[in-house]
């Protein structure tokens, strides 16, 4: 592995929070085994490769902690455009994943997605592919594990999937929606730790055991069972949870009690499990969560897109619960990159009224507020960072990435701010937050690793895959 000095950038962002959420007196980070091994002021050493940053904002590697990479082919689907939640799951994701009945249409499908989280700067990706159907004529898990390969990124599969029909979506479902048994279920979920888990801080391979709704796509007697298989296997749990307010409301009226109450009595609550969404928390919901180390994927950009709603992630964040960030899929978030996910999650909590309410501003004696005001102190540049990096790392148990400090592993991107949309900040170090776009990639570096160099990825023709991404659609379009 290359010796490497990152030299000279005008700030760095750590991934951590308060005084250490950028760096000092030195911007200069050396790499040695794919690990860092120094930051501060450095002088080139015989052998080293030097990246040239100057000018340049270096980042920890964006964690990207819940995306479903074969909806990279269903974005601005007219049928479901307008839709919320439920309308959009029976008229996108369910009717069009007949069309991924081959392994190269999941295969572009992955490699888009994978493509566009790499040259926004993310380095890891969790998967929750729950493409599985019985009698699947491809290995839909070896598939996206080589995808990511091939790109050097850290990739976590979220091996999803159902073990019944869901009454409010899978009405007309093609046979790719098909459900699993429960037995099937666990034995390829521990077939895939056997064949591609890594259990170390660094790894490059995760599997996690993930059904795709508590209880929506399998029985609630069947919770448990995953629960104590995953954890005998030594891995985590991943699910969507309380999306919209009327996944709360079906929970309250089936089961009597909150979502969070339910998995908690079916044991999947702990440090080793976090979901995606968690739009709609109760303050006990969110004791609960921080008691027991239970974490969050926040998708801002697919909740609004949805109307899902804004999650209460500074709640949460100041009461210690593990909060991440994530994307989504494509098919509920048409820019599914994280430098655009991070942009809207700065902006949309700045903007949440709740965040008025709690300092006393949202009401103004004499004035009818068409919408009562935010705070814009409540979300900061440097929190969205260490949202997207460490606490990805955290919720993904990979204690190794996430942070740009000594002995971590080396996976930061480093950010060059030609683009006109950067040019005027004083600030420069908030740039790929605070003016959204996508800046250009001087570099991204995973586990030491150039994979990303000058805005390109080695050895990827972006022109062909455009072409084969264009060919599915139309099909799909065509069909």
Request: charged share 20%; proline share 5%; aromatic share 6%.
């Amino acid at each position: 592995m290359t010796d490497l000095l990152v030299r000279g950038a005008a700030q760095l962002f750590t991934g951590q929070r308060g005084a250490a959420a950028r760096a000092g007196s030195g911007t200069d980070i050396r790499v040695r085994g794919g690990v860092i091994a120094a930051i501060g002021t450095l002088a080139p050493e015989p052998g080293e490769r030097v990246i040239d940053a100057r000018g340049c904002v270096v980042y920890p590697g964006w964690v990207n902690t819940h995306h479903h990479l074969f909806q990279s082919l269903l974005k601005g689907i007219p049928a479901g455009i307008d839709f919320g939640l439920v309308p959009w799951l029976a008229a996108v994701p369910v009717a069009y994943r007949r069309h991924f009945d081959t392994e190269h249409a999941l295969r572009i499908a992955a490699r888009v997605g994978l493509v566009e989280l790499l040259l926004s700067g993310c380095s890891t990706v969790a998967d929750h592919q729950y493409h599985y159907w019985p009698g699947m004529p491809f290995d839909a898990s070896a598939a996206v594990f080589d995808e990511a390969d091939k790109l050097g990124l850290r990739f976590v599969l979220c091996r999803g999937g159902q073990t019944q029909m869901r009454a409010m979506t899978d009405q007309a479902a093609p046979p790719q929606v098909m459900p699993e048994t429960l037995d099937g279920f666990l034995a390829s979920v521990e077939r895939d730790v056997q064949r591609f888990h890594q259990p170390g801080p660094m790894a490059m391979r995760r599997v996690v055991s993930a059904i795709t709704t508590p209880n929506w796509s399998c029985k609630a007697d069947e919770l448990k069972i995953m629960a104590r298989e995953a954890r005998r296997l030594g891995i985590r749990l991943h699910s969507h949870l309380s999306e919209t307010y009327d996944y709360v409301r079906w929970a309250r009226e089936v089961h009597g009690c909150t979502p969070m109450q339910f998995v908690a009595e079916h044991e999947w609550v702990g440090p080793d499990v976090w979901y995606a969404h968690m739009v709609h928390l109760s303050d006990d919901e969110i004791r609960l969560c921080a008691e027991t180390g239970t974490g969050i994927a926040h998708c801002p950009q697919s909740n609004g897109r949805l109307g899902s709603g804004i999650a209460r992630v500074p709640e949460a964040l100041a009461a210690g619960v593990p909060v991440s960030l994530a994307v989504d899929g494509a098919a509920s978030n048409e820019a599914a990159d994280m430098q655009s996910e991070a942009h809207a999650c700065w902006l949309m909590h700045r903007a949440d009224p709740r965040a008025g309410e709690r300092k006393g501003l949202a009401h103004v004696p004499g004035h009818h507020l068409a919408q009562p005001g935010g705070d814009a102190a409540t979300m900061s540049v440097e929190d969205v960072v260490h949202i997207g990096t460490a606490g990805g790392a955290r919720v993904l148990g990979l204690d190794g990435i996430g942070t740009l400090q000594v002995g971590q592993a080396a996976d930061l991107a480093v950010y060059d701010l030609d683009d006109p949309r950067y040019m005027g900040l004083h600030d420069i170090g908030v740039g790929p937050v605070a003016s959204g776009g996508r800046a250009r990639l001087r570099a991204l570096l995973v586990g030491g690793r150039v994979v990303a160099e000058d805005d390109t990825i080695p050895g990827l023709d972006l022109a062909a895959l455009r072409h084969e991404a264009q060919t599915l659609v139309h099909r799909m379009l065509t069909a």
